[in-house]
């Protein structure tokens, strides 16, 4: 079997980035990190992820971050749908709402996400979304809307049981990050992680942000590693959702690798 990681989120185009992406993917390869799936969340950022996608053979997504909302504007979706002709572009997001902060308003999260909605209908590529203390709203939206999109995946869940199960009763896929590592927010994900089916798992480090070891009592974790998210590090992600799922890591490569090849490139 195939025992390598893909990393299904990682914002490449962030400024911490710039300049360093042959180290990051040089030392992500080197940890058995195999492949990328970057993230676009504005049009610029959509744009230049597709660019390093072609540029380093890996996949993109387009979007707009439920904060980047208030960009949105008349000609967006036609731009978006262009971007996703490109073949290296395989998914519509990162799209969705987020309740936590208010960059911007809930109105304009929710007409955006439609248009995203309506764009995956329109290209049957998959639904990359963000939810973020919005689950009411997201889960009636998705329950009335879902049913003609190929595939759906909520990112970086970090939610409730109860969330946990009527997401993956709509049939969506479930993305898990190094939160699961983080000893103040994520001890509630370890109680029911092994709830999710090993066909709906995907792993994705979300880098730069949410670095598996931010609570980390090794003496070997430096503040770099503790505050510097970056795809390598996806290798400690993917030990700990096997131990809280009481599988191995090998298995959690393996399901995780089809589940990407069934998500992304079917």
Known sequence: MNHCLVDT????TDESFIGNEDKIIDNAKKNNVKKLVLIGNNLESSQSSLKLAQKYNFISSVGYH?????EWSKGSYQKLMELSSFKEVKAIGECGLDNHRDHSSPETQIKVFMNHISLAKETQLPLYIHERDAFDQM????KNHLASCSRAVIHCFTGS???????LDLG????????ICDDRRGKHLREFINLIPDDKLLIETDSPYLSPYITSEDKNVNSRMRYNNEPAYLVEIAKEIAKYRGQTYEHICNITFENYIKFFEA
Request: hydrophobic share 35%.
């Open 66 to 70: 439920p904060h980047n909302a208030r």
């Open 9 to 12: 989120c990682v914002n490449l």
């Open 139 to 142: 889960y009636s939206i998705l």
């Open 161 to 167: 049981e109860n969330s946990l199960i009527d997401y």
């Open 172 to 179: 969506l896929y479930i993305g898990q990050t190094g939160w």
